[in-house]
């Protein structure tokens, strides 16, 4: 690589970061915040070293197949990668990177955030209180569900699901979850956290289920219409981890229909397209994808990317490869 490498930044990053891309590297930046074509996110890798994508770019096997030799590293913007083909990427001799650890304390806080807001009714109050429609305290009026002494199954025990329990059980919340492998026993013992070997028989027993795994082959649509009507009729599913973990049809089926009764969702199947039905229901609360959008933690993300592409430059392995050697 060129003592100053050229990438191609895909998406407008945070001020900080891109003035640090300046400094040490030739970015080619997106200014207008502008989602590129397959075509045209091929066409400004000419020439460069490095691309730096977001989750919202799709770079599947046809994408990076025709990525020009010159490109090396994909250093994501992100800490989940489902959006690229990672054999595609090995067969290339591509280094993939990504983000992880800096947004664990931020995604956490939205999910508990969620779990708060769904059962007391808070955005939909206020909504009222907005539209001028709230004429004044009324004692059976806006009731929802206290969330203490509840049980919160999280599907998902990674970083972010431990956070997510440790915030929970300040809320007097009794933590239980499922997981691929379950996790050490001195981290059981200090969440307090019982283990379900079988996702069917935690699901029937929750009042609270959190979704914090990631979106693999494995995980797609894991939530699926079965699974779904396992839950009780008063449980609440919140997800903040990516939305192809839920069939979002038969969520929405559902919700409709009082099965359950009600959802946080800060994801969605079909991002940033929404069920228009989801949309009409006051029973969920919808967000768009806001679970990493704090300062700090774009501001770690992008500082994250930058050592990763310096370690590289410098032959060395990037801190946090997901694939690839150093060169």
């Keep these: 690589m060129s003592d100053k490498p050229v990438l191609v930044v895909t998406r407008k990053l945070p001020t900080v970061v891109e003035e640090r891309l300046q400094r040490d590297y030739h970015p080619k930046l997106n200014p207008n915040d502008r989602l590129y074509s397959s075509d045209e996110l091929v066409g400004l890798c000419d020439g460069a070293s490095g691309m730096m994508p977001c989750h919202t770019e799709q770079l599947t096997a046809e994408v990076i197949a025709r990525l020009p030799a010159s490109i090396k590293i994909i250093a994501n913007f992100s800490v989940g990668v489902d959006h690229c083909d990672l054999d595609a990427a090995r067969k290339r001799g591509?280094?993939?990177?990504?983000?992880?650890?800096?947004?664990?304390?931020?995604?956490?806080?939205?999910?508990?955030?969620?779990?708060?807001?769904?059962?007391?009714?808070?955005?939909?109050?206020?909504?009222?209180?907005?539209?001028?429609?709230?004429?004044?305290?009324?004692?059976?009026?806006?009731?929802?569900?206290r969330i203490f002494g509840k049980r919160l199954g999280i599907i998902g025990m990674g970083r972010i699901g431990q956070a997510v329990a440790r915030r929970a059980r300040g809320f007097g919340l009794s933590i239980h979850y499922h997981n691929r492998n379950r996790v050490h026993e001195e981290i059981e013992n200090e969440l307090e956290a019982t283990y379900w070997e079988s996702l069917d028989q935690m699901l029937a027993h929750m009042d609270f289920v959190s979704v914090?795994?990631?979106?693999?082959?494995?995980?797609?649509?894991?939530?699926?219409?079965?699974?779904?009507?396992?839950?009780?009729?008063?449980?609440?599913?919140?997800?903040?981890?990516?939305?192809?973990?839920?069939?979002?049809n038969a969520l929405t089926q559902v919700l409709q229909s009082g099965d359950i009764a009600g959802a946080g969702l800060d994801v969605f199947e079909h991002s940033p397209a929404v069920n228009p039905k989801l949309l009409a229901l006051d029973n969920v609360v919808l967000l768009p994808h806001m679970g990493s959008a704090t300062f700090e933690g774009r501001g770690d993300m992008g500082e994250k990317v930058v050592i990763n592409i310096q370690t590289f430059v410098d032959d060395h392995t990037p801190p946090d490869r997901v694939i690839g050697d150093k060169f």
Excluded: F
């Design 94 to 145: 591509i280094t993939v990177t990504n983000t992880p650890d800096v947004l664990t304390e931020d995604t956490a806080d939205m999910t508990m955030a969620l779990i708060l807001a769904v059962p007391r009714r808070l955005v939909e109050g206020e909504r009222i209180v907005r539209s001028g429609d709230w004429s004044g305290w009324s004692p059976t009026w806006m009731l929802g569900h």
């Design 212 to 248: 914090n795994c990631p979106h693999t082959p494995a995980t797609y649509h894991l939530l699926s219409a079965r699974r779904l009507k396992l839950l009780q009729p008063h449980a609440v599913i919140v997800n903040t981890a990516r939305g192809e973990v839920i069939d979002e």
